[in-house]
């Protein structure tokens, strides 16, 4: 299966603790995306990060990508009770067509 | 004004029936999706249309037959129903088929007695 992983499974901090979510992959890639899935809802696209990409950033989202360690990570700074949700990272499975490759999802909880 | 909009929301039905999901995008994108969650938040791609035109078709079994009308509208069709098939369907829509972020709708679960 070329489903990526990721971990945590889930990850419970409180109010302006960080959180780290990590996601592995198998195959090469042209760009790697992270989602927030809220309960009930659809997917929200968070970060699109490329393949000659290491980091990028985007207000309190900090994401990494190692393609030698076919990994990448999620930091959400000084967490909010609202950013409680599932975290999935996708890939594009180094193919020519836009079709996404989820990891399993971590599911944060964000304690008040 | 919802970007991607997926009717009906909730689907209960019994084995055996036939069923269709229906979605719309208001974004002016070429390219649409369904996907698949299942009951452990497991997402699969199911199938894919480019300005009406089938580029993913991830060995689904046929009782599942997805319809572009326009650009803008993709529907799927479910016949014959299974236990199986009980999940959360997503529709999504990109710009084009280029790697770029997917929208998503807020889902349809389909629920089989």
């Known amino acids: 299966s070329q489903q990526g992983e990721e971990d945590p499974q889930a990850l419970s901090i409180q109010e302006g603790e960080n959180a780290t979510m990590n996601c592995s992959y198998k195959t090469s890639i042209n760009n790697l995306q992270w989602y927030r899935q809220n309960s009930g809802r659809g997917l929200v696209h968070l970060i699109l990060i490329r393949s000659n990409e290491r980091e990028k950033h985007s207000g309190r989202l900090r994401v990494t990508l190692d393609t030698s360690k076919k990994s990448s990570s999620l930091l959400i700074t000084a967490s909010r009770a609202a950013d409680t949700a599932s975290y999935f990272c996708a890939t594009d499975g180094g193919g020519a067509t836009n079709k996404l490759i989820f990891g399993t999802g971590t599911l944060l909880a964000v304690q008040p | 004004d919802t970007a991607v909009s997926q009717t009906p929301k909730y689907l209960v039905t019994q084995m055996g029936n036939d069923k269709s999901i229906k979605c719309e995008q208001n974004?002016?994108?070429?390219?649409m999706y369904w996907y698949k969650q299942d009951s452990k938040k497991f997402l699969k791609i199911m199938f894919s249309?480019?300005?009406?035109?089938?580029?993913i078709n991830e060995t689904v079994p046929n009782r599942f037959s997805p319809k572009s009308p326009d650009k803008a509208h993709l529907n799927l069709h479910i016949n014959s129903l299974e236990l199986g098939d009980s999940a959360v369907y997503f529709c999504a829509s990109s710009q084009d088929t280029g790697f770029q972020p997917q929208h998503f709708g807020d889902g349809t679960r389909l629920s089989i007695l």
């Open positions: 974004l002016g994108h070429d390219t």
């Open positions: 249309y480019n300005n009406k035109e089938l580029i």
